[in-house]
């Protein structure tokens, strides 16, 4: 694929998910209501941190005291985990490809010690080694191409300190209708080892490989 075409790729979900943000933020970031306050909606982020970040001891023994830590949080949405994140790390910068879902995560989570950033879809705009972990769920699943996916994961490892972790969930299975909203690629467990090290990270673990929910935590060198 030429870097026009991949562009242009870009260009289209980036205009697909300020349309579905437009139209309704919270249910295509959790697509369970279409109406959900924001009492809902942060319960189910804190769920999320709690299942997958605090009660991960191999996680939180490589982490350490999250107060001192900075998180970088791969698509943020409309900020449904950022506002959680941001009461555990000492600084969070909230990633997301559209406009929209962080104009909206901006109004919901409002905390001095969290940054919005806007991609294009693969870029992550920090310094080179500037946090120490980063985070995403129900994000790769829906990302255009396995090229983006690898981008993306090469500039987390730029992000990242070394001895910096993250952990991510990408789809384990094929997607029954290619033509959902939700679409995006899959790996194998020999697919989600690759990536790894193709973007030059360690794996450390792999959980729920051939499901939706395929699990990889990975560290720097």
């Not at 605090?54 to 900075?70: H, R, V």
């Not at 949080?73 to 994140?85: A, D, H, K, V």
């Given at each position: ?22 139209e ?31 009660n991960?001891?191999?996680?939180m ?62 870029d ?12 995403s ?14 981008h ?25 209708d ?43 060198s």
């Amino acid at each position: 694929m030429s870097g026009v075409e991949e562009e242009n790729i870009l260009a289209r979900h980036k205009n697909k998910w300020d349309v579905l943000a437009k139209e309704n933020d919270r249910y295509y970031v959790r697509s369970v209501h279409h109406e959900q306050s924001d009492e809902e909606y942060e319960a189910s982020g804190k769920k999320n941190v709690e299942e997958h970040i605090l009660n991960d001891p191999i996680l939180m023994a490589k982490l350490g005291c999250l107060a001192e830590k900075n998180v970088l949080e791969i698509g943020c949405g409309s900020g449904r985990i950022t506002r959680t994140l941001s009461k555990h790390f000492m600084n969070v910068a909230a990633l997301d490809i559209s406009r929209t879902m962080l104009e909206k995560a901006r109004y919901f989570v409002n905390e001095e010690n969290v940054i919005f950033l806007e991609s294009n879809g693969e870029d992550v705009p920090l310094f080179p080694a500037s946090v120490d972990f980063a985070f995403s769920f129900i994000v790769y699943q829906h990302f255009p191409t396995k090229e983006a996916i690898l981008h993306s994961f090469r500039q987390v490892a730029r992000s990242l300190k070394p001895g910096g972790v993250f952990k991510v969930q990408v789809r384990g299975i094929a997607n029954p209708d290619p033509k959902h909203w939700a679409w995006g690629p899959h790996f194998t467990k020999e697919d989600g080892l690759a990536l790894a090290n193709s973007a030059g990270l360690k794996v450390i673990e792999l959980r729920g490989e051939g499901s939706q929910y395929f699990w990889m935590l990975l560290e720097k060198s």
